[in-house]
């Protein structure tokens, strides 16, 4: 089992920037995989970023790549998301996920989800 607590969600404004945290614990073998998912009033959960294997590979949805950066510390307990140049569209509750397998960045990479933090970008 894994437990994540995500931290850091608020409101800013356009071309602002905000940094998300999530803090995991239990099985490190499921936390393989970590990543940021997000969903936005009215739309479904869209995947945004996501960390993999020893050597940390990354990877972003279109709509936020150059803007935004994933990261997490060594012992794979910290998750982080930096966002920047943070645009209206961005607006939506951001979740961190996590899973023992990467299977892309999608739905079918994860097992376990925080329960969200909101993110609220005003123009």
């Known amino acids: 089992q894994v437990q994540l607590v995500e931290s850091g969600g608020g409101s800013v404004q356009t071309g602002g920037s905000l940094k998300l945290s999530c803090t995991a614990s239990?099985?490190?073998?499921?936390?393989?995989?970590m990543g940021w998912f997000r969903q936005a009033p009215g739309k479904g959960r869209e995947a945004v970023a996501g960390?993999?294997?020893?050597?940390?590979?990354?990877e972003y949805a279109d709509s936020v790549k150059g803007r935004f950066t994933v990261s997490r510390d060594n012992a794979d307990r910290t998750l982080y998301l930096q966002m920047n140049l943070l645009k209206p569209e961005d607006t939506a509750i951001y979740y961190c996920?996590?899973?023992?397998?990467?299977?892309?960045?999608?739905?079918?990479?994860?097992?376990?989800w925080g329960q969200g933090t909101q993110v609220t970008v005003s123009s």
């Open positions: 996920v996590a899973g023992d397998t990467y299977r892309g960045l999608n739905l079918d990479s994860v097992s376990y």
């Open positions: 239990g099985d490190r073998s499921s936390r393989y995989f």
């Open positions: 960390i993999y294997n020893s050597y940390g590979y990354t």
